[in-house]
């Protein structure tokens, strides 16, 4: 039995301590929560042996710093995790309550677990054991952990583009992706960039009643379903003009490396996603629609009456939530200003329509042939005794774009969650052999990176 395997049981509990904290960034009421979990953070890579552990505070919750250079002439890796979870709702839908951890057939289930405390805390334990085991370490490593990742990162973003002397690092090392496939080892490359933001549509100066008005007065909600379906065709086209023109296609092996990738479309269909049918333009392959092509959603519609009973009123105001993932080589600022011009474009009479951004990042693609992605790749194979696989993720990780611009490094994206763990939504989850694997794994791309 290796060190890795003798603490097993610290880790888990470590696990779970950290679970247990709802670090809820989007809502201000857990503001407290937010600095229980900063605070944990930082003494447990104090705890880990990694120097000046500390908090930065600034205009958004707490960063947390840590480092260990005592190793000259050696590769720096920047490790990079977030504290923050997404609020838990439905809350019904739990089968455990979200914030007490339950472990069930080998796997954690609560919220953050997989997204991405668990993996963040991976991070830590690798470093721990090789410091505890060795007293030093084969390369100097610095960590960044943030508590914004959930709501933007902008914190975050600010102090990476003011601070690149003390961040300074050959590559940054996120765990916050997942596995292709279970036991498949799985490094991502690419990531969907997000605009995220309200589309705000309003008529008359006050709710009026629909038999008196009803025939004359503009309707906010219904016009809210005519710039939607002016914005979005049946067969998932964006119809914003210009903008697929920066899309940048996948090239030709990569394409090759995701049709060998093992998948069953109709286990994905049925089992994963829940639906009878898989929409999306349906020229393009499923892998493409999923890591390559831009989205558009609608997240949520408010306005009007919606409690129990009826109630027969044409609302003033009516709110919609839309995103857009963006790839390479999309630009967050014009892909807002083309669907600004396109919701103008699509307003009926009788309303005004204004689409309001609330947080923006790029996309990202990092060029797999470099020597830190490489050692991740041997790192993980040696683990998993599997050949390391390659892919995109449709999600965004806001940090990676910056990395890139403010400290021109590139990002390793070790991911050990799966397909399956209910990233944002109920009944989260981290598989617990994944958990103890991964923090050997990342113990061994230290050790391939400082031999």
Not at 57 to 84: I, Q, R
Not at 421 to 430: F, G, R, S, V
Request: hydrophobic share 40%; aromatic share 8%.
């Amino acid at each position: 039995m290796n060190y890795y395997e003798q603490h097993h049981d610290s880790y888990l509990e470590g696990l779970k301590t950290f679970l247990r904290i709802p670090s809820i960034s989007t809502l201000s009421e857990h503001k407290p929560d937010i600095q229980r979990a900063a605070d944990f953070v930082r003494r447990e890579l104090e705890k880990a042996g990694l120097e000046q552990a500390q908090l930065i505070e600034g205009a958004g919750n707490p960063l947390v710093y840590a480092e260990w250079l005592g190793a000259p002439g050696k590769p720096t890796v920047l490790f990079y995790g977030h504290y923050d979870v997404q609020p838990p709702d439905p809350l019904d839908e739990w089968k455990s309550p979200p914030f007490e951890p339950d472990i069930r057939d080998n796997n954690i289930y609560a919220r953050g677990s997989a997204d991405d405390k668990g993996q963040t805390y991976i991070l830590i334990k690798a470093v721990e054991g090789l410091l505890k085991q060795h007293g030093r370490l084969p390369i100097n490593v610095k960590f960044l952990i943030e508590g914004e990742e959930e709501v933007g990162g902008e914190h975050i973003e600010a102090y990476v583009a003011s601070k690149p002397a003390r961040l300074k690092a050959d590559a940054a090392v996120i765990c916050d992706t997942e596995m292709f496939a279970p036991e498949l080892p799985t490094i991502c490359v690419g990531l969907r960039g997000i605009i995220y933001g309200e589309l705000v549509v309003e008529g008359a100066n006050h709710d009026l009643h629909s038999g008196v008005y009803g025939g004359a007065a503009p309707n906010p909600l219904m016009a809210i379903a005519e710039i939607l379906t002016a914005l979005k065709d049946r067969e998932g086209h964006i119809k914003i003009p210009g903008f697929y023109d920066r899309v940048v296609p996948p090239s030709a092996k990569e394409r090759a490396a995701w049709a060998r990738l093992p998948f069953d479309e109709r286990e994905y269909r049925e089992n994963e996603v829940g639906v009878k049918e898989l929409v999306g333009e349906p020229e393009i392959p499923l892998f493409e629609r999923l890591w390559a092509r831009p989205t558009l959603e609608v997240h949520g519609i408010r306005g009007g009456f919606i409690g129990e009973g009826a109630k027969t009123v044409i609302p003033a105001r009516g709110v919609a939530k839309l995103s857009m993932r963006l790839v390479a080589d999309q630009n967050p600022d014009e892909a807002v200003a083309q669907l600004q011009k396109a919701v103008a474009a699509a307003c009926p009479k009788g309303v005004t329509a204004v689409y309001k951004t609330i947080h923006n990042a790029p996309p990202s693609l990092v060029n797999p042939d470099n020597r830190f992605i490489h050692a991740a790749a041997e790192a993980m194979k040696q683990v998993f005794g599997k050949e390391t696989v390659y892919i995109r993720s449709g999600g965004s990780i806001p940090i990676v774009a910056a990395f890139d611009k403010y400290l021109g490094i590139p990002s390793v994206m070790m991911g050990f969650g799966l397909p399956d763990d209910n990233l944002h939504a109920p009944n989260e989850k981290l598989h617990l052999p994944n958990f103890f694997r991964g923090i050997e794994a990342v113990a061994r791309y230290i050790e391939i990176l400082g031999a």
